[in-house]
């Protein structure tokens, strides 16, 4: 097994904090904001940061399973789809004479979900830049650095799994509003009503 750097444990705390945060994330919104997520959505979540934090930094399953960063990929851009289909229906429903078609709500969903993607790349790009870690992988586990098409491969064939899940999950999404399926009813995040309370 390869030596680890420093910045591969600067890399580690840097995910682990931001872990800590995005798993206090869904409590908050739920307390403050009275959020209701649902539990496919919350176990999804989940285990998507244990695998992204957990399995693919410290136990280093990026650079020894292969196609394991394109899955989770595909798996958050299929979430963040979701969650745009989900930020788009609470606006769609609480605001009086506005109804969205359901191809903008689609389209929303997947503007959205790529948008994550981007900002999440943008984060890569700004953290190996600043702190010397190796998200984007554009260096070999050993350090050897990649040059040219190889070393943007990383960021690009994320930003197109990225693309590929939102297409995903707004497809789906469409097809359930325009055709009045209940396909995305048990992943939709919702907002509790007052009287509800």
């Known amino acids: ?105 689609a389209f929303f969903a997947f503007a959205f979900a790529i948008m994550v993607g981007v900002v999440w790349e943008v984060y890569e790009f700004t953290s190996d830049g600043l702190l010397g870690t190796n998200m984007q992988k554009y260096k070999l586990k050993d350090g050897t650095q990649l040059v040219g098409r190889e070393a943007l491969q990383d960021t690009m064939e994320d930003l197109m799994v990225d693309i590929l899940g939102a297409f995903v999950a707004s497809g789906i999404g469409y097809i359930s509003l325009k055709y009045k399926k209940d396909w995305i009813d048990d992943l939709r995040i919702r907002i509790r009503r007052k009287n509800n309370e």
Not at 6 to 22: K, N, P, Q, T, V
Not at 26 to 51: A, M, N, Q, R
Not at 53 to 70: A, H, K, M, Q, S
């Open 1 to 105: 097994m390869d030596q680890r750097v420093r910045s591969d444990y600067i890399l580690m705390f840097l995910e682990c904090i931001l872990g800590i945060f995005a798993m206090i994330l869904p409590g908050i919104l739920t307390k403050k904001w009275k959020v209701e997520i649902p539990s496919k959505i919350y176990y999804l979540y989940v285990l998507f940061l244990y695998s992204s934090i957990f399995l693919g930094e410290v136990r280093d399953f990026y650079y020894t399973i292969p196609y394991w960063d394109t899955i989770l990929h595909m798996l958050s851009g299929a979430m963040t789809g979701f969650i745009g289909f989900s930020l788009i229906d609470v606006l769609n429903n609480d605001v009086e004479k506005v109804t969205l078609s359901p191809f903008f709500i």
